[in-house]
C-alpha cells in the first residue's frame, strides 16, 4: 500500500510540471509591448513625408489631430510600418501637433513640427488722399501671417491695430482745420516685411470775411 502511494504521488508531481511550468519550475508571463523608433519628426514649410516602426505584440491604433498631418495606417496588430505625410504649411507662423499610438494600456506619442512659410505681404492701394473736411478710406491687406498697422499721427486712425490673414484695414482721418496740408504714415508690419501707405490731407481754407469782433475768421475745412 506504502508503496502504491508513494507512486500515485510520483505520478502527480509529474503531471503538474509537465503541465503548469516551463520545464524548469518556472512560470511563463506573457508581458505587453508596445515601442516606437521615433519620438519627433520635422518638416519644412514645403511638407515632407517620412515614416515610423512600431515593435509590439498588441494590437494598437494611432490618432493624429491636425488636418494637416495624416498616416497611411491608422491601426494594427504586432509590428508595422506607419508613412506619416506633412501638408505644406502656407502660413508665416511654425507649428507643431502630436501623434499618439495606443495599445495594451501603453501609449507613445511622436511630435511633428513645421517650419513656418517666408512672410508675405502687400497693401492696396498704398496711397490714399483725403479732403480736409475728413473722411474713412480702406485699404486692401494680403498676408499669411500675423501683422500689426500702426499710425505715425494722432488725427489719422486705423480700425485695428492688429490682424491675421487677408483683411480690409479702414482708416479715418479727421478734418483738417489748419490752413496747411499734412501728411502721415501708416505701417503695416508682419515678421521681417513692412509696408508704408503714405496719407495726405488737403488743407483748410481761410473764410475771407470778419467776425463780430472785426477779426478774420477762423480757418474752415475745405468742402
Known sequence: ?????????LF???????????????????TLNLVVDKTSISASYSGTTSSFSVTSNVTWSVSVPASWVSVD??????????GVTIAPNPTADSRSTTITISGGGISKTITVSQDAAPSTLSV????LSFIADGETKNVQITSNGSWTATSSEAWCKTNVSSGTGDATLTITV???S????RSANV?????NTEKNIVISQAAGEFIPSENDNGLPATPAPKR
Do not use: H, R, Y
Open 73 to 82: 495606417v491608422s491601426s494594427g496588430v504586432n509590428n508595422g510600418v506607419v
Open 1 to 9: 500500500m506504502k508503496k502504491l502511494f508513494n507512486l500515485m504521488v
Open 174 to 176: 479727421e478734418a483738417n
Open 124 to 127: 492696396s492701394p498704398e496711397t
Open 12 to 30: 502527480a508531481s509529474a503531471c503538474f510540471m509537465g503541465c503548469g511550468g516551463d520545464g524548469g519550475g518556472n512560470e511563463i508571463v506573457n
Open 187 to 191: 505701417i503695416i508690419k508682419s515678421s
Open 178 to 181: 489748419t490752413s496747411d496740408a
